[in-house]
T-cell receptor
Framework: DQQVKQNSPSLSVQEGRISILNCDYT??????FLWYKKYPAEGPTFLIS?????DKNEDGRFTVFLNKSAKHLSLHIVPSQPGDSAVYFC??????????FGQGTTLQVKP | SAVISQKPSRDICQRGTSLTIQCQVD?????MFWYRQQPGQSLTLIAT?????????ESGFVIDKFPISRPNLTFSTLTVSNMSPEDSSIYLC?????????????FGPGTRLLVL
């Protein structure tokens, strides 16, 4: 049973445009959501998070939106840059320390 | 955030052997975690390692296969025992730090293991 799903394995956008990465979850007990970026041969890097008491969190070019009724969150990157090309994982938790990860979406930003 | 290092960064091992992976943090942390990322898959939590207590394993992972040590607040090891090709994965440790809302996990660079 996959509790966190990223249904798009890949996404390609033009430099300067918006990248939207999506994530769906099934467990209504999740109360904290995170996005990580992963380059090849490196560990995941924390990007941004959101608590279930919020519906939006913004940090520079990165904004995460949470729609609890739809059990859906998205990561917006504006403007997209070639250095943003990486695999993006969403993760969710409801127990201390226990993160459930999605399958990842490979983002390619074309110059 | 804490700086996390892992040793070795990669290894190629023969089946039936064991490999111990080290995770070092530059600050004292209460909770450390070990994850596995199999080829083409997502990250899966193996176990939680708290200093001074036995590690807590997730469903599908057992201590005999993945013994963990946590001798102090800055260090942990994960051993992959009696390896088979199915154990070929990236093994990652992470630590938990207090973020804006609640604790956030930060990851080490990973150990890439290939079992022949």
């Amino acid at each position: 049973d996959q509790q966190v799903k990223q249904n798009s394995p890949s996404l390609s956008v033009q430099e300067g445009r918006i990248s939207i990465l999506n994530c769906d979850y099934t467990n209504s007990m999740f109360d904290y959501f995170l996005w990580y970026k992963k380059y090849p041969a490196e560990g995941p890097t924390f990007l941004i998070s959101i608590s279930s008491i919020k519906d939006k969190n913004e940090d520079g070019r990165f904004t995460v939106f949470l729609n609890k009724s739809a059990k859906h969150l998205s990561l917006h990157i504006v403007p997209s840059q070639p250095g943003d090309s990486a695999v993006y994982f969403c993760a969710a938790s409801y127990l201390a320390g226990k993160l459930i990860f999605g399958q990842g979406t490979t983002l390619q930003v074309k110059p | 955030s804490a700086v996390i290092s892992q040793k070795p960064s990669r290894d190629i091992c023969q089946r039936g052997t064991s490999l111990t992976i080290q995770c070092q943090v530059d600050s004292q942390v209460t909770m450390m975690f070990w994850y596995r990322q199999q080829p083409g898959q997502s990250l899966t939590l193996i176990a939680t390692a708290n200093q001074g207590s036995e590690a807590t394993y997730e469903s599908g992972f057992v201590i005999d296969k993945f013994p963990i040590s946590r001798p102090n607040l800055t260090f942990s090891t994960l051993t992959v025992s009696n390896m088979s090709p199915e154990d070929s994965s990236i093994y990652l440790c992470s630590v938990e730090e207090t973020g804006d809302y609640q604790e956030t996990q930060y990851f080490g660079p990973g150990t890439r293991l290939l079992v022949l």
